[in-house]
């Protein structure tokens, strides 16, 4: 079957590049095509009609026309604008650390309909207010885990026994390591609350923790675990995570 010149997919804007004088390059993020790059014609222009459907974290119904090398957008309809995550700084940085993620740990059309599904619920649940930082980690989880760097949580990675404290974390083994195992790796300290938390946010139960209250040396250890991991499987770091710190810093 010959597949259709033009088709229509649901689509979050995940990042824009200007070309010319009028036109971007769009990186689209869908359900059933993966992530996709397409030209937007004339969209710079002020009397565009598609501008406005087409920017950043909005989630939008996008007509294409394929094309040999980048495929053509036609015509755009907005689903959900997620208006406060643009009209509120912190949001803002909290969404874009999440759009940067989905972009690095996805590959140009491979269909991942319940990556997409996660971008979608972690947006939603940005923009009603949730808990920010709770929100991020489970976003930062189940992301891990649908790319397929779930890290290990219930046993040491090298001999499989956990005690009951002085465990550690280990980016390259991909888990957790016993006091015995530790001496041998590089790794970092995990708490017997932490890792609790992580294994919480591992699970599928948004509902139970979503409300949960950290302190201080709790979130600390959470963000060190689980974005060093992230920074070690990137061989980079994040740009719009020292973004999301500095505003953070700021309130």
Request: with cysteine; charged share 25%; net charge neutral.
């Amino acid at each position: 079957m010959t597949t259709p010149r033009n088709y229509k997919t649901e689509a979050v804007i995940i990042r824009k590049t200007k070309l010319g004088e009028a036109d971007r390059i769009l990186t689209l993020f869908t359900p059933d095509l993966g992530k996709i790059r397409a030209v937007a014609k004339g969209v710079r222009r002020p009397r565009s009609k598609m501008s406005g459907h087409l920017e950043l974290l909005t989630h939008s119904l996008v007509s294409l026309v394929r094309g040999r090398n980048l495929d053509t957008v036609i015509g755009s309809q907005t689903v959900n604008s997620f208006f406060n995550l643009k009209s509120d700084l912190e949001l803002s940085a909290a969404a874009l650390y999440v759009l940067e993620l989905i972009d690095q740990f996805t590959e140009e059309r491979e269909a991942s309909p319940e990556i997409f599904r996660l971008l979608l619920e972690t947006l939603d649940n940005l923009a009603k207010g949730e808990n920010r930082e709770m929100t991020l980690h489970y976003f930062e989880m189940h992301l891990l885990s649908l790319a397929g760097f779930k890290p290990e949580l219930y046993a040491c990675v090298a001999c499989g026994k956990l005690e009951p404290e002085m465990n550690a974390f280990s980016a390259a083994s991909g888990g957790m390591l016993c006091s015995i195992c530790q001496k041998t790796r590089y790794c970092q300290p995990v708490s017997a609350s932490t890792l609790n938390v992580l294994r919480l946010l591992q699970s599928d139960d948004y509902e139970t923790f979503k409300s949960l209250e950290t302190n201080e040396s709790l979130s600390a250890e959470l963000n060190r675990i689980i974005r060093n991991y992230i920074q070690f499987l990137l061989e980079k770091e994040v740009k719009s995570a020292a973004f999301l710190n500095d505003v953070k810093s700021m309130s």
